[in-house]
């Protein structure tokens, strides 16, 4: 059976997350659902990352085994035709090897955090980041982000019902760009790590928000960190925001020949 890989991208707000769940409609089901037509068997796929409720897409990579080969511009095209009008769009299909695994045989992953700081409420933008009507200070948050990298016990910062082995993880990368709006500044947060546990980004993030915010000092997330307790963890920011963007091979399967659409 011929294994192909493919970068989604997805609109995460109708969806309950990435994962088949039971009574909820999910990004997998709506993506299988869409090979099924396409496939003589019953499809199951595999994705790089498995996104919450809420949570978007611009580069998640998934994996399944097909009946017969595909050209990929053909397949990317069927499949694009039968998701529509869900909000779930294939944006590259390519052919791998039998042993691609696009969970396993990823290296890394890097997320997005889109935060906008405006008095106004959002409108267009409502859902696809996180609003807050008050001003941010950039710097103690960049000071405050060089605590989480290396390698730490995040148990301060992981969902009480992650399932994860160990809470013990390597941060490899957390930048903080600045957009300037012409009603305010976006803030972007770019996470890159091997793995990320449950919420581990959203609970960052919120504890950064509140250092940039004035309430905490930039060594409070040091403390956090040293608690090891969830009840340390700043607020939790929500899902809107955050955007799965890409996940690392080597070799990557969509730079090769052929490989796009």
């Known amino acids: 059976m011929p294994r192909f890989a493919?970068?989604?991208?997805?609109?995460g707000r109708p969806f309950a997350g990435w994962q088949r769940q039971k009574g909820q409609i999910s990004v997998q089901q709506a993506f299988?659902?869409?090979?099924?037509?396409?496939?003589?068997?019953?499809?199951?796929?595999?994705?790089?990352g498995r996104t919450d409720s809420g949570v978007h897409a611009v580069g998640q990579v998934a994996h399944c085994d097909l009946q017969k080969e595909w050209e990929p511009f053909?397949?990317?095209?069927?499949?694009?035709?039968?998701?529509?009008?869900?909000?779930?769009?294939?944006l590259q299909a390519t052919r791998v090897a039998n042993d691609f695994n696009a969970r396993m045989s990823a290296t890394g992953r890097r997320y997005v955090f889109r935060l906008v700081s405006r008095r106004a409420p959002l409108t267009y933008q409502k859902g696809l980041a996180w609003q807050i009507p008050y001003p941010l200070a950039a710097d103690p948050m960049r000071i405050a982000?060089?605590?989480?990298l290396g390698r730490h016990d995040f148990t301060t910062f992981r969902s009480a019902h992650c399932q994860a082995d160990s809470?013990?993880?390597?941060?490899?990368?957390?930048?903080?760009d600045e957009l300037l709006l012409s009603d305010g500044i976006e803030f972007r947060f770019i996470a890159k790590?091997?793995?990320?546990?449950?919420?581990?980004?959203?609970?960052?993030?919120?504890?950064?928000?509140?250092?940039?915010?004035?309430?905490?000092?930039?060594?409070?997330?040091?403390?956090?960190?040293?608690?090891?307790?969830?009840?340390?963890?700043?607020?939790?920011?929500?899902?809107?925001?955050?955007?799965?963007?890409?996940?690392?091979?080597?070799?990557?399967?969509?730079?090769?020949?052929?490989?796009?659409?």
Request: glycine fraction near 6%; include cysteine; hydrophobic fraction near 40%.
């Open 6 to 11: 493919f970068k989604i991208e997805y609109d």
């Open 74 to 90: 053909r397949l990317a095209e069927a499949l694009n035709a039968h998701l529509r009008p869900r909000r779930v769009a294939v």
């Open 167 to 176: 809470p013990v993880k390597t941060l490899d990368e957390l930048e903080i």
């Open 145 to 148: 982000a060089k605590h989480f």
């Open 193 to 261: 790590a091997r793995s990320f546990m449950h919420r581990q980004i959203r609970s960052m993030v919120g504890s950064l928000e509140r250092v940039g915010a004035g309430a905490w000092a930039p060594d409070d997330i040091l403390e956090a960190l040293k608690a090891r307790d969830r009840q340390a963890c700043g607020p939790v920011a929500p899902p809107d925001g955050l955007y799965f963007d890409r996940a690392f091979y080597d070799p990557d399967p969509f730079e090769r020949p052929g490989a796009q659409i």
């Open 32 to 48: 299988e659902e869409a090979l099924g037509k396409i496939d003589m068997g019953v499809p199951r796929a595999t994705a790089a």
